[in-house]
C-alpha cells in the first residue's frame, strides 16, 4: 500500500506505508521518552530521514535527467527509496557511474550539512537542536557508507558492474558483484545479530538479490 505525496519536477513521489513503519520504530524510544523534548528530536528526525532519502533519489534524478534518461517516479520503500527510470541508462560506464553516484554523493552533502548545523546549534547552546541534527549526520553518513557496498542492488554494486562490465562483460560483472554481494550480505547478518532484526531483514534481502543474480546466469560459462 503507498500513497502519493506529491511531484518534485513533475516526478511522482510515492510513500510506501512500510516506510513509514521503518521510521515509527526508529524513533519509537523518543516518542515514548515521556518528554516533549525527545518528542520533538524524534519528530525532527523522522522528517530529516524522510527528506534525506528522497534527495538521495533526486540526486539520481538529476543525473539521469544531464544524460537525458528521466525517472518516471520515485518510490519511498521500507528498505530505502527506489528512482525508477522510464528506459536503460546508457551504455557508457562514465554516465552509469554518475548516474548511480548522485545517491550517495547527495548524503555526503548532507552529513556535512547537518554535522555543521549541529556544531551551529551546540556552539549557540541550542542542544535540543543539535542532538537530532547529529543523528541525522551520522544516519548520512550510514546511508552514504551502506549504498558505497559492492552489492545488487547498491549503487555501490551497479557501479561497480558497470565498470567490470565495460571491461569483461556483463556476465562476469554479474557474478563479481553477486558473489560480494553474498559476502556483504554474510557481514550485515553478522553484525546485526543477536536482536538487530531490521539489518537481519536487509542482509536477508541482499542475499535473496545477489543469490538470484547468480543463478540467472546458469552455469558458469565463458
Do not use: C
Request: without cysteine.
Amino acid at each position: 500500500m503507498r500513497m502519493e505525496l506529491g511531484k518534485i519536477g513533475g516526478i511522482p513521489i510515492y510513500l510506501d506505508m512500510f516506510f513509514v513503519l521503518i521510521l515509527l520504530l526508529f524513533s519509537y524510544p523518543y516518542f515514548t521518552a515521556g518528554s516533549t523534548q525527545a518528542m520533538s528530536a524524534g519528530f525532527v528526525i523522522i522528517v530529516g530521514i524522510l527528506i534525506s532519502i528522497l534527495l538521495h533519489e533526486l540526486g539520481h534524478a538529476l543525473a539521469g535527467y544531464i544524460f537525458k534518461t528521466r525517472v518516471s517516479f520515485i518510490e519511498l520503500t521500507g528498505l530505502g527509496g527506489i528512482a525508477h527510470f522510464e528506459r536503460s541508462l546508457p551504455k557508457s560506464a562514465i554516465a552509469r557511474s554518475i548516474i548511480y553516484l548522485a545517491g550517495p554523493a547527495a548524503n555526503l552533502a548532507l552529513w556535512y550539512g547537518f554535522d555543521w548545523l549541529s556544531l551551529m546549534a551546540a556552539s549557540t547552546g541550542n542542544g535540543l537542536l543539535a542532538f537530532p541534527l547529529s543523528v541525522l549526520a551520522s544516519t548520512n553518513f550510514l546511508l552514504l557508507v551502506f549504498n558505497l557496498l559492492p552489492a545488487y542492488p547498491l549503487d555501490g554494486g551497479h557501479t561497480l558492474d558497470a565498470w567490470i562490465g565495460a571491461i569483461f562483460g556483463s556476465q562476469w560483472a554479474t557474478r563479481v558483484v553477486a558473489s560480494l554481494g553474498l559476502l556483504v550480505a554474510i557481514y550485515v547478518a553478522y553484525r546485526a545479530l543477536p536482536a538487530n532484526f531490521f539489518m537481519l531483514f536487509v542482509a536477508f534481502f541482499l542475499a535473496q538479490t545477489n543469490w538470484e543474480a547468480l543463478q540467472s546466469l546458469g552455469r558458469w560459462r565463458k
